[in-house]
């Protein structure tokens, strides 16, 4: 059910207050049910955009390292799956192992205690079937420094509202309230969370009772709260001086050079293909654990893409095609999330040229277009983007590594209040020239293992002594939010436990990327769907647990 809180308000208790309606919070519902369990879904925003957004917005200690709010999180039905690219990939087995990159970051899990959920992950992300590699039969490298084996999946729909429409209306054991926007928390001495207060589309203050709650709020938002939290009660979450807001990663992406395929089997293989298991996919390079524990390497991966399609001197009618789409105002925001479109093309675009582009270049362009709004928009399997092959075999390298866990880089709790009354984030993401060095030097050990294995050369756009100011240039980020509510095994080391229970309130758990202590080179939307697949078999146990006991009572008596 989806209803609107101001209308529908009542003051009964529930088992399951889930405090956000985004991957993690509708995943987590979802599958409590289909454990027979019951929830309640506060959201703070309405079905679509609207006014709720502004309570997210944020004082930005540098606006050029961290994305604006308005574009960085989604107060609306289906949170942050409005944003997301649908980039699909579970987190890797090196994430837990102890590193000389990610020093000071230790998980209280390893990889086998979260691999069992992501067939469900893949599931609720509508990706199709959990196969991360695709081997390319006949191929062989040099060595086993970097693989090509490993591959990303698309989400065919990547909202999660749109993806679970019929489940969400229909269902009587999820409860969907709207313009329900949580601001604090009624604390009992122990501890224990008693009620989250909640203010409506009304304008009036309630209190909503559980058995216990579950932030699901995204990455800041959900710190936020627990820092309102930590405000009222000092102590909690290990004090000032502990690991609540702190550790704030995102990704250090960009492109600083160009990968030339000397085999066109390369060329084809690294194309959006569809590998029959009920998704496009996207094959990448990754190093090795062994070469990154060697050479402290961060954990990164590669992948070709078009030359900069913003740069009218490409001359490709089709690339210039997508730059004007995306720079109209009617259809940018129906082909990209904002943060993500940005990225591409820029605040501006120069129309002129890339007019002349199009037309000189009119039917390739028109038969790309038609491909790519079928794939995109109307086939089943929804290809996520474009790659468009040339004959030179010659493409951009982009990269998406993970960041360092900084205790410098943190959000805390500003002395400006939103229009509910409650502290807005101060957010100072830090990015380091040491996670710039880590990146430029991944760079050279590919091109090195790409030389040896006769794949492909790279060429650096700028003198090889610029390259690490050149990755500095682009450390830019802020959809990713993650590591500000990280799990620990104590609470001197963590906010949440193993179990994703916060160590100062029992009966509170968070559900969101804020809780992983490294932040991979995977977008974190697929392993927070399984983080939240993992809280709800917890969950549904506790309470059948529980519901035998109380049988066993009354039968007693």
């Known amino acids: 059910m989806i209803r609107d809180l101001a209308t529908t308000y009542d003051d009964a208790r529930c088992e399951t207050c889930i405090i956000g309606s985004g991957p993690a919070g509708l995943t987590l519902a979802l599958e409590l049910a289909a454990r027979g369990r019951p929830s309640l879904v506060l959201e703070s925003g309405d079905v679509g955009a609207g006014p709720a957004q502004d309570l997210s917005s944020a004082d930005i200690v540098d606006p050029a390292v961290h994305d604006d709010m308005s574009i960085a999180v989604a ?55 959990p196969v991360f590699e695709a081997p390319m039969p006949g ?47 009624d604390i009992a001495d122990s501890g224990a969370i008693e009620a989250a207060i909640v203010v409506g589309g009304d304008g009036r203050r309630r209190s909503i009772r559980a058995d216990r709650f579950v932030v ?63 998704s496009y996919i996207r094959r990448r390079f990754t190093p090795s654990l062994a070469l990154q524990q060697e050479h402290g390497l961060p954990n990164i991966c590669f992948w070709p893409i078009v030359p900069p399609i913003a740069d009218p001197r490409h001359r490709s009618g089709a690339l210039s095609a997508v730059a004007l789409a995306l720079s109209t105002p009617v259809l940018k925001d129906l082909l990209l ?42 086939a089943a399997e929804r290809i996520p983007g474009y790659f468009i092959r040339n004959r030179s075999m010659r493409y951009g390298l982009s990269y998406h590594c993970e960041q360092s866990p900084r205790a410098d880089s943190r959000v805390t709790l ?38 040896r294995s006769n794949i492909a050369e790279v060429h650096y756009r700028q003198p090889e002594a610029e390259n690490v100011d050149a990755v500095v240039a682009r450390m830019s980020h802020g ?40 932040s991979s080179q995977a977008n974190p939307t697929l392993s927070i769907m399984a983080f939240a697949v993992r809280l709800a078999e917890h969950l549904a146990g506790v309470s059948a647990s529980k519901a035998e006991i109380r049988s066993e009572i009354v039968h007693a008596t």
């Not at 979450?237 to 990704?251: A, D, I, N, S």
């Open 414 to 451: 500003s002395d400006t209040t939103d229009r509910l009354g409650a502290p807005r984030l101060r957010i100072d993401l830090r990015f380091s020239r040491e996670d710039a060095e880590g990146v430029v030097r991944a760079h050279q050990r590919l091109a090195d293992w790409l030389e």
């Open 216 to 278: 699901a709020a995204g990455g800041l938002e959900s710190t936020r709260l627990l820092l309102i939290a930590q405000r009222r009660r000092p102590g909690m979450f290990g004090g000032g001086e502990g690991p609540l807001g702190r550790y704030y990663m995102g990704h250090i992406i960009g492109e600083i050079s160009d990968i030339f395929f000397r085999d066109d089997r390369f060329d084809d293989a690294f194309d959006l293909l569809r590998d029959g298991k009920g």
């Open 337 to 378: 999330p904002e943060a993500i479109r940005i990225r591409h093309v820029g605040p501006h675009v120069e129309w002129p040229p890339h007019l002349r582009n199009v037309l000189s270049d009119a039917p390739r362009m028109a038969a790309f277009l038609v491909r790519f709004v079928y794939r995109r928009y109307l």
């Open 75 to 129: 107060r609306r039905l289906g949170g942050a799956s409005n944003l997301w690219g649908g980039r699909s990939m579970p987190l890797d087995p090196c994430d837990f192992e102890p590193r000389p990159f990610a020093q000071g970051a230790r998980w209280p899990i390893g990889y086998a205690d979260i691999a069992p959920y992501y067939e469900a992950a893949c599931r609720y992300a509508t990706c199709g079937q």
């Open 139 to 185: 191929v062989r490298a040099a060595d086993d420094d970097f693989a090509f084996e490993s591959i990303e999946r698309a989400s065919n729909i990547p909202r999660m509202q749109k993806a679970h429409a019929r489940a969400l209306a229909q269902s009587q054991l999820v409860d969907v309230r709207l313009g329900a926007s949580v601001v604090d928390f």
């Open 479 to 518: 959809t990713h939010q993650i590591g500000t509510a990280r799990m620990g095994a104590t609470r001197d080391e963590g906010v949440v436990d193993r179990d994703l229970r916060c160590f100062d309130a029992p009966n509170l758990f968070v559900a969101s990327s804020a809780v992983f202590c490294t």
